[in-house]
């Protein structure tokens, strides 16, 4: 059974940080990915990694304070955001797809239930 299990989400100040963690199990990607979703926009890219952290690449709007991360023995792929804006405000996703290079949603096959990620300023 394929399972991509998002949690860290929760209520942060602007300026504060959060880690976000993505628990997979079931299935086998090339690259893990970390989108988001605010109230009423489209879901949109925010960083992937190859699991063997040689292809590492992130949205421009967040390059600077977002760093993706993988711990291999836990099967598990992590999302640091420093510097918290109110507009990082959304649901945050993993994702998990066979292609090397991936940033369109469409491109990914497998999906988390998503993290509320809320900044109050």
């Known amino acids: 059974q394929v399972q991509l299990v998002e949690s860290g989400g929760g209520l942060v100040q602007a300026g504060g940080s959060l880690r976000l963690s993505c628990a997979a199990s079931?299935?086998?990607?090339?690259?893990m990915g970390w989108f988001r979703q605010a109230p009423g926009k489209e879901r949109e890219f925010v960083a992937g990694?190859?699991?063997?952290?040689?292809?590492?690449y992130y949205a421009d709007s967040v390059k600077g304070r977002v760093t993706i991360s993988r711990d291999n023995a836990k099967n598990t792929v992590y999302l640091q955001i420093n510097s918290l804006k109110a507009e990082d405000t959304a649901v945050y996703y993993c994702?998990?797809?066979?292609?090397?290079?991936?940033?369109?949603?469409?491109?990914?096959?497998?999906w988390g239930q998503g993290t509320q990620v809320t900044v109050s300023s």
């Open positions: 994702a998990g797809t066979a292609r090397v290079w991936a940033s369109r949603v469409s491109e990914y096959n497998y």
């Open positions: 990694s190859t699991w063997n952290g040689v292809n590492t």
């Open positions: 079931g299935l086998t990607v090339t690259t």
